[in-house]
């Protein structure tokens, strides 16, 4: 089978990773998978896994990859076309709502089979404004036009869209992330656990780095305890500002955008991730393969994948005493530490590459059988 993965610029590492990681899992199992992309971010090469493979880029100017400013619309929909046409692919992977309305003419045009993946929960269909009743007239239109078969990595994310968009609850399938095992593994924990506290972040609000440096406030009887934050974003300049008002500019360390995360995690004796948003948190995920312990936030997607005290241990969102309650206990209580770091391989094993890529081929296989179907 030859997939077509498209996807716009990516600002951050986690659908990059996905994408790469599906790609070469598909690869490996003996079909042919290529990536187009829309544009290139500043900042891509720092956050996306290199890979040789990542082989079609269409050069387009950044703006093509601002889905809701047309002006290379036209353009860009009429390059896709050639170049799919040259491609030929059995079917098109499409990443991100806004990539479907943006060459959903294309995949009607062409009679090519879809598969969307939503990575997120899209919050863009609630409410009555105009915008909103944009967003889900323009996704409605682009879902019965391209009539793709529709996947979302968690039952929350798929609830989001049906419930927005009124459609039949099962109408997105669920599929979980996956997760490249021998990246992370390998090494024996160290013991005792480092006390360095790791969070993988943009610099955003909506990852809530505000309220780890706070929780690290409330652990001042732990003077040792340091937290790093790897990633970059526009908030950098207000959060060493929040350390240093709190007395923690020795405690607190901003790495910027990093490649060694490997490295960060086994050097690490907890790892926070504590957004109020996700999809399905690859960093969790990333963490558990490495035999570190998660604290994530009760929200959904997190919520969904990490197990309170099975996998790892879940608190409430913007919390700063739950959190460092909970990092102590990592600490203090070795059986439950134990216990989360097995339940997070046990998880891990799950989400293994080779069995999500196989999952994907078959929602592949669906998609064209559908589209034979009715046609």
């Known amino acids: ?27 490996a199992a003996g079909h042919e998978s290529h990536v187009i992309t829309g544009g290139r971010d500043e900042g891509w090469e720092d956050w996306l896994l290199s890979s040789p493979d990542w082989n079609e880029d ?8 601002v889905f809701w400013k047309w002006r290379y619309r036209r353009r860009f ?6 170049h799919l046409v040259a491609l030929a692919p059995d079917v098109i992977h499409v990443h991100k709502v806004p990539v479907l309305i943006m060459i959903e003419p294309v995949l009607r045009r062409l009679g090519i089979p879809s598969v969307l993946t939503v990575h997120g929960i899209v919050k863009g269909f609630a409410g009555g404004g105009a915008g909103n009743f944009w967003n889900r007239h323009a996704f409605r239109g682009a879902l019965a036009g391209s009539r793709c078969r529709c996947v979302a990595v968690s039952a ?14 099962g109408r997105f399938k669920v599929q979980g992330n996956p997760i490249d095992e021998g990246r992370f593994s390998g090494r024996a924990p160290v013991l005792p656990p480092p006390r360095s506290i790791l969070m993988l972040s943009r610099l955003v609000r909506m990852k809530r780095i505000q309220t780890a440096v706070r929780a690290l406030a409330v652990l001042d009887d732990k003077p040792e305890f340091r937290l790093r934050v790897a990633g970059s974003g526009p908030m950098q ?11 923690l500019t020795a405690r607190v360390e901003f790495l910027g955008a990093r490649r060694d995360v490997p490295d960060l995690l086994h050097a690490a004796g907890v790892v926070w991730h504590l957004s109020n948003s996700e999809g399905g948190p690859m960093v969790a995920l990333e963490a558990m393969a490495a035999r570190v312990p998660v604290v994530v936030t009760d929200v959904p997607g997190s919520g969904e994948l990490v197990q309170h005290e099975v996998n790892g241990l879940v608190v409430p969102l913007s ?8 990092t102590r206990r990592l600490w203090q209580d070795e059986g ?21 890529a196989a999952e994907y081929v078959e929602h592949y296989k669906a998609a064209v059988s559908e589209h034979h179907a009715r046609y």
Do not use: K, N, W, Y
């Open 336 to 356: 439950l530490r134990q216990r989360v770091i097995e339940g997070g391989l046990a998880t891990v094993v799950r989400h293994g590459v080779a069995r999500v």
């Open 77 to 82: 929909c009429e390059a896709l076309s050639r």
């Open 1 to 27: 089978m030859r997939i077509a993965h498209f996807m716009d610029r990516v600002p951050c590492g986690g659908i990059g990773t996905v994408v790469d990681l599906i790609h070469r899992g598909t690869i």
């Open 237 to 247: 300049e207000e959060l060493e500002a929040l350390a240093d008002s709190l007395s």
């Open 58 to 65: 269409l050069g387009f100017p950044d703006e093509i990859t």
């Open 156 to 169: 929350s994310a798929a609830r989001c869209v049906e419930e927005g968009l009124g459609l039949a609850p």
């Open 319 to 326: 919390s700063p005493p739950a959190v460092a309650a909970a």
